[in-house]
């Protein structure tokens, strides 16, 4: 279940048991009246993405040069990519 803590000593000391529970990567269960009430955890930080390759998805093949850069059509009328009707 990870580390057990009460509501007053959670309270009284917050920032140390950040700190243990994200340098451990354990979870820290806080309790209210000897009951598990609330769970704490680290969160993992998001890997940032290379420059190159973030528009891979967007509709443009860099293997075919010649294709269009979306698969759907412009509306000009709009100004915008439109819907195949």
Do not use: Q
């Amino acid at each position: 279940m990870g580390k057990m803590v009460g509501a007053a000593e959670f309270k009284a000391h917050c920032l140390r048991i950040m700190e243990e529970a994200s340098r451990s990567g354990e979870t820290v269960v806080i309790t209210k009246r000897g009951k598990p009430f609330m769970e704490m955890k680290r969160v993992e930080e998001e890997k940032p993405k290379f420059l190159f390759g973030m528009l891979k998805n967007d509709g443009y093949r860099f293997d075919d040069p010649d294709s269009p850069a979306y698969d759907r059509p412009w509306n000009a009328e709009l100004g915008i990519l439109g819907d195949e009707d």
